[in-house]
């Protein structure tokens, strides 16, 4: 059968034109969806990285713009998700109390926040652009650069400080700040950048050197306070005994005199060492029972001598509805009257001084007593009242230079009634006089150990066998006449080693020992004996001018029973000799002292 070529071919054309158009359909339609592609999703993507790069080199401003017609609404929202990201960082970034900061390869700010703007002293945005370098003092600026740099190629470097006190910036005012840094590696692709987290140390450090001055204070009032308690106990001590021997009245007076000003001198060195101890927060209360009579009777033995050198009438009143045993702290309540009550005879040329007790509100066994110490003295103005209980102070600098005093009295005062549960206030009027008032609570106590006060001494403690560690002749002196004088036996040891040779041969009911000794201080003398026997098979106590409370807890630890001060407090040191004869001598009987 015979064919025509082109019809046989006919069929092969229909198709191969109809794939060709398929063709140019499917690239159309291609065409179609990379433009579609392009409109919705590439354009968008590329528009949004693009702003995030921005962010990222520090245009805190860069935002997506949601009105673009760019987006579709899957788009539009992965761009407000991405402005509400931002926002939310740059809100974290912008609200810590820490400065931060970011630092690209080459050293250059590129972020910062408001806090690190503030520690610095830079207003916002003015630091970028500038090298790190800028807040680093000029003595540290190329180490910096060594450190910077092994930090960026390694991702670490010693640059922090744990303390605060060996790491500096540097303020635009050119003010070296202490700081403390911490450093943290951002790595995006194949670029490197620094994030600084920068904290102002000042306020620390301040606060270390303050605690650092108050030590080498604290020091400085221990040394003072033992070279000076050590003669004074010679001189109150021997005062005391001499004033037990039959003498002729004017002897007598004058060596109540020298007795007066010793104690009065010891009074100025305590007022020192409480006020070093109240700002330290070591100052302790007491509790004990006490007879309120014995405190106003001493306190008129020792205001009335110096009110009648002046020609005043000094009075003290207490309420005979006053119980005649009290529990609370009598040392501090005795200091407290003796500052106002000497304060008032001071400033006081003509008239009276007065000390009035009552009985306030009482409830069971605990009631409260109201103190006031009126003068006629010269009074104050507001102004001067308003200064009147800071430390060191006096009203005026006419009155220190007329009545003397170190201005620690009133300040020391009103803390310690502040201790003890009550608060001091002041009534005063110019050229009239003033009214010190304060209201304390006590508790109803027991009749504790009295003196004779008629003879002068104290209940016999017959056979108390001490051994007294003392190298001092004079203070041996004192000790051993105010020990015999009680009953006791005393044996004495010059140094810490006789001490122990002595304890090695001899039985004794209590060792008085002291601290700073030859060939072996008190400390170690203790700590050797207590190889042999413990505190309840033998009692040691330190007798010493050391009046700090590191010295009694480093007497504790050396295994000490207990830690009493020099100049000796005669009935102070019977009543823990009456423990040791009883059987009950108490660690922590002087807290104290």
């Known amino acids: 059968i015979k064919m025509d070529q082109a019809e046989v071919y006919k069929p092969y054309l229909t198709l191969r034109n109809q794939l060709a158009m398929l063709l140019v359909l499917i690239a159309f339609a291609g065409v179609l969806f990379a433009y579609y592609i392009a409109k919705h999703w590439s354009r968008p993507l590329h528009y949004l990285t693009a702003v995030a790069d921005s962010i990222r080199r520090g245009d805190h401003t860069a935002r997506a713009d949601l009105k673009s017609e760019l987006f579709d609404q899957e788009t539009y929202q992965l761009a407000r998700s991405l402005n509400e990201m931002t926002d939310e960082l740059l809100q974290v970034f912008e609200s810590s109390l820490s400065g931060m900061l970011i630092v690209d390869r080459d050293g250059q700010i590129i972020q910062s926040n408001r806090a690190l703007d503030q520690i610095f002293g830079y207003e916002p ?32 470097a010693k640059m922090g400080s744990q303390r605060g006190l060996d790491l500096f910036g540097l303020s635009k005012t050119g003010k070296k700040i202490p700081i403390e840094v911490g450093l943290s590696m951002l790595i995006h692709d194949e670029e490197r950048r620094t994030l600084a987290t920068v904290v102002d140390v000042t306020d620390r450090v301040q606060r270390i050197q303050e605690v650092e001055m108050q030590k080498e204070k604290d020091r400085f009032f221990a040394h003072m306070s033992h070279e000076i308690r050590t003669p004074m106990n010679g001189v109150i001590g021997l005062s005391y005994l001499a004033l037990r021997c039959d003498t002729t009245p004017e002897v007598s007076e004058y060596l109540e005199k020298i007795k007066q000003s010793g104690e009065f001198l010891l009074s100025i060195i305590n007022d020192i060492l409480d006020f070093s101890k109240i700002e330290a927060g070591e100052l302790r209360i007491e509790k004990i029972d006490f007879e309120l009579r014995e405190i ?16 005043l009438i000094f009075k003290v009143n207490a309420a005979s509805s006053i119980p005649k045993y009290l529990k609370g702290d009598p040392v501090r309540l005795q200091q407290v009257l003796l500052n106002l009550t000497s304060n008032a005879v001071k400033f006081t040329e003509r008239g009276d001084v007065r000390v009035e007790i009552q009985l306030g509100q009482q409830l069971d066994s605990a009631m409260e007593l109201q103190f006031a110490v009126h003068d006629t003295g010269i009074g104050m103005n507001p102004e001067q009242m308003s200064r009147l209980f800071h430390s060191f102070s006096q009203v005026d600098k006419s009155m220190a230079r007329k009545y003397g005093g170190t201005g ?54 017959e056979g108390l066998r001490v051994l007294l560690a003392e190298d001092n002749r004079i203070n041996q002196l004192v000790a051993k006449e105010i020990l015999l004088s009680i009953g006791a036996e005393v044996v004495i040891a010059g140094n810490g080693q006789e001490a122990v040779d002595a304890v090695e041969k001899n039985l004794f009911d209590i060792v008085l020992m002291d601290i700073q000794m030859p060939e072996v201080d008190g400390y170690e003398a203790t700590r050797r004996i207590r190889k042999q026997l413990s505190p309840t098979e033998l009692p040691i106590v330190a007798m010493t001018a050391h009046a700090m409370k590191e010295d009694k807890e480093k007497s504790l630890s050396a295994g000490m029973n207990d830690h009493i001060l020099k100049p000796i407090d005669i009935k102070k040191l019977h009543r823990m000799l009456l423990q040791v004869q009883l059987g009950s001598i108490d660690p922590t009987a002087n807290d104290d002292e």
Do not use: C, W
């Open 408 to 461: 620690l009295g009133l300040a020391i005062s009103k803390e310690l009634v502040r201790m003890m549960g009550g608060e001091i206030s002041v009534e005063s009027e110019q050229n009239k006089g003033s009214t010190f008032s304060f209201t304390l609570p006590f508790e109803l106590g027991e009749s504790p150990v009295q003196m004779n006060s008629k003879s002068g001494t104290y209940p016999v403690l």
């Open 125 to 156: 945005g003015e630091l970028i652009g500038q090298l790190v370098e800028t807040l680093v003092p000029n003595s540290y600026r190329d180490q910096h650069v060594t450190h910077r740099g092994h930090f960026t190629e390694k991702g670490n």
């Open 296 to 311: 106003l009777e001493k306190l008129s033995n020792i205001l009335a001598f110096q009110a009648s050198d002046k020609g």
